[in-house]
């Protein structure tokens, strides 16, 4: 194979340069003390299976530590050049032509992505199957760094069938393309972690699948499977018979409004927990452990800035989850169901639709422990980083499809491959890096895409939706009036 190099990664894009050898003797040594580390680790990542588990017959060499991007030729398995893939993705991966749906009409020009570029973090593009960012802003902590990761190991899962991509990456909290903006003309295309009802971004998977080491919080295939015996240990009718959520309250009026319902002056059946991530990270997150959190029959869910990385992990306790009627939505949560995955909780007064929602489900043990364990089957079987990949692929897939130019490089992009995302980093971040790294390319397709909706179907679910939890907020005004009448 080549030995031909990449450009060395610029200094502003965070963790990507590594240090050169002072010495070829030294260089030498310390390349195969961390090659020893780095086989070593693989060695104990055993939890991961199928085309996530390193074998003998991978297609890609194993990790030499350069920050430098070797040369390589992209094998694709010949199982998979004639596979068809029989296996259905998620009901919400439809989804997908929804947040494509403004473009469909007129396709997207460069000059749309160049448009998005006023607003985005980071530019991404893979032309020929190989990776390249242009940065255009700071971003908060390593999501960049993680996000590219993430699209790095896709590229290693679905070798040579990514197809040539150009697009722009806002890695903020709140989504950016506003609707009443563009009521005339087709917006600019934007990938964002979140998405609402008054906007345009594209949503994609966010970094926290691949680890969020600022806060400790392993990869969410290792993590997930930790939640899964956690859950195992401690039985639902063996957990505390009250509502749980444990986060920082200052992010937004609506947490602050929730730690009111704390059982201080009045018990609303809720048990609040403040936290102080700068009080945390000097305890080493000793307290904050997700593992460790599985210990109620109800866990909360509340938005912060906008959604909240922490709803895959709420909902993959066992216990029936609470949503404060949420405002922002991911990449999986439109799917959800009100009674039949998690329990909507009235955002104007949260305190008594809280309590009631414990009442009723310490009333109703069989069906609470049912909602709670449905929510939890649903992030655990249909959230696989299977699907994470599958829904990535699909996603950019269509996106191509729309695309009216062909991609190259621009002119300050640089090449991003596993070597310098490995190598120039330390500690969790090379941990979690190396622990959710995919190893083989599959032998099997992606999941199968469903059909768009009909606009009928599509209403029809909505309507579903909004007619369930209006009979929740129906329940709680007849048990509100039936007790004052008592009183």
């Known amino acids: 194979m080549g030995s031909t190099t990449c450009p060395y990664i610029s200094p502003d894009l965070v963790g990507m340069i590594g240090r050169q050898h002072k010495t070829t003797t ?90 998005a570029g006023e607003v985005a973090h980071i530019r991404v593009l893979v ?42 990456f806002e890695l903020g909290d709140i989504p950016v393309i506003r609707k009443r903006a563009h009521r005339a003309s087709a917006p600019p295309p934007l990938f964002h972690y979140c998405g609402d009802d008054l906007s345009h971004d594209i949503v994609f998977p966010d970094w926290s699948f691949w680890g ?68 945390e990270k000097r305890q080493r997150f000793n307290t904050s452990s997700l593992v460790n959190q599985c210990t109620h029959r109800y866990k909360i869910y509340v938005e912060g800035i906008s959604w909240s990385v922490s709803q895959k992990y709420i909902l993959a306790c066992d216990s029936m989850s609470l949503f404060i009627n949420p405002h922002y939505y991911d990449f999986f949560t439109r799917s959800l169901i009100p009674t039949v995955h998690f329990w909507p909780i009235s955002e104007n007064d949260k305190c008594r639709s809280i309590k009631y929602a414990v009442d009723w489900g310490n009333a109703h043990p069989k069906q609470a422990k049912g909602i709670g364990r449905s929510g939890s089957k649903y992030v655990h079987e249909k959230l696989m980083m299977k699907y994470v990949y599958d829904y990535m692929f699909h996603l950019l897939q269509e996106y191509s499809k729309l695309l009216r130019y062909q991609p190259s490089v621009p002119e300050g992009a640089v090449e991003v491959c596993h070597e310098a995302l490995i190598c120039s980093v330390k500690g969790l971040r090379k941990k979690y890096r190396l622990n959710s790294m995919v190893n083989n390319a599959s032998e099997s397709s992606p999941c199968s895409l469903p059909l768009p909706s009909s606009l009928q179907n599509l209403q029809a679910f909505l309507d579903k939706k909004s007619g369930l939890i209006r009979q929740v907020e129906l329940r709680e005004v007849a048990k509100e009036n039936s007790s004052q009448a008592q009183r």
């Open 26 to 115: 030294l260089g030498f040594f310390l390349v195969i003390l961390l090659i020893t580390a780095i086989t070593v680790q693989w060695m104990d990542m055993n939890i991961l299976s199928g085309g996530f588990q390193r074998t003998s017959n991978s297609f890609f060499p194993e990790v030499s530590c350069s920050t430098a991007c070797p040369q390589r030729t992209v094998l694709v398995p010949e199982a998979a050049r004639t596979s068809e893939s029989t296996e259905a993705c998620p009901e919400y991966f439809r989804w997908i032509h929804e947040d494509l749906k403004p473009w469909k009409a007129t396709g997207i020009t460069r000059e749309m992505v160049e448009k």
């Open 212 to 279: 969020w080491p600022e806060l400790k919080i392993r990869p969410w295939e290792v993590l997930k499977k930790e939640l899964q015996d956690s859950n195992e240990a401690r039985k639902w009718e063996d957990r505390e018979p009250f509502a749980y959520w444990k986060g920082n309250t200052k992010l937004s009026l609506a947490r602050r409004d929730l730690a009111k319902c704390n059982a201080t002056y009045q018990d609303w059946n809720a048990r609040i927990y403040d936290v102080d991530w700068y009080r």
């Open 127 to 168: 032309v020929s199957g190989v990776l390249y960012v242009e940065k255009f802003k700071k971003v908060f902590q390593t999501r960049d760094m993680v996000t590219l990761w993430g699209i790095l190991q896709l590229l290693t899962l679905y070798p040579g069938r990514v197809p040539d991509l150009d697009l722009m």
